[in-house]
T-cell receptor, first 112, second 115 residues
Framework: KQEVTQIPAALSVPEGENLVLNCSFTDSAIYNLQWFRQDPGKGLTSLLLIQSSQREQTSGRLNASLDKSSGRSTLYIAASQPGDSATYLCVLTQGGSEKLVFGKGMKLTVNP | NAGVTQTPKFRVLKTGQSMTLLCAQDMNHEYMYWYRQDPGMGLRLIHYSVGEGTTAKGEVPDGYNVSRLKKQNFLLGLESAAPSQTSVYFC??????????????FGPGTRLTVL
């Protein structure tokens, strides 16, 4: 059974730091992997999607990488800002399945 | 495009009451999903649909029913609400074509409290 782990569960950093958020998964047979952001009381906003054939995707200050062989994905946030404070979720689609597998998320706080 | 919308945004029920949550998407997606999100539990799949007229059980289907009479709508019903169903409910949709991105889109959520 596929399991997605995000460690640590929470992180607090000063503004301006470059951050690496980690996601690990147990089964490398994935179709794609998405990183979402969730603000308190809000829905999930898609940040980046990496297909299984890709190694990384970039959007602005965000860069996501995927290493299927080691079962890892990282989300890199450059020059963090207080507005980056949110919960970040790693979500993957298992190969051959229409279902998603969710990590439990990492709550990020960026202090001014 | 409105994307994925959910109705209502908030609702308070008494134990034993029934209600229906509506999810609508305007992206012509085949796949639609209902999740619940509880503190410390993450998102859990309740039911899903891979096309109009089809539904399937997810991880936590008990106490819920669903219908997909139209491609753009996915309804989640609670026949007799229980306090354990107090949660935030999210709807999501996607298409699923081999070789494509198959990105998931989420609605804003419905916060349900059962007293």
């Amino acid at each position: 059974k596929q399991e997605v782990t995000q460690i640590p569960a929470a992180l607090s950093v000063p503004e301006g730091e470059n951050l690496v958020l980690n996601c690990s998964f147990t089964d490398s047979a994935i179709y794609n992997l998405q990183w979402f952001r969730q603000d308190p009381g809000k829905g999930l906003t898609s940040l980046l999607l990496i297909q299984s054939s890709q190694r990384e995707q970039t959007s602005g200050r965000l860069n996501a990488s995927l290493d299927k062989s080691s079962g890892r994905s990282t989300l890199y946030i450059a020059a963090s800002q207080p507005g980056d404070s949110a919960t970040y979720l790693c979500v993957l689609t298992q190969g051959g399945s229409e279902k998603l597998v969710f990590g439990k998320g990492m709550k990020l706080t960026v202090n001014p | 495009n409105a994307g994925v919308t959910q109705t209502p945004k908030f609702r308070v029920l008494k134990t034993g009451q029934s209600m229906t949550l509506l999810c609508a998407q305007d992206m012509n997606h085949e796949y639609m999903y209902w999740y619940r999100q509880d503190p410390g539990m993450g998102l859990r799949l309740i039911h899903y649909s891979v096309g109009e007229g089809t539904t399937a059980k997810g991880e936590v289907p008990d106490g819920y029913n669903v219908s997909r009479l139209k491609k753009q709508n996915f309804l989640l019903g609670l026949e007799s609400a229980a306090p354990s169903q107090t949660s935030v409910y999210f709807c999501a949709s996607s298409y699923f074509l081999p070789g494509h991105r198959n990105e998931q889109f989420f609605g804003p959520g419905t916060r349900l409290t059962v007293l």
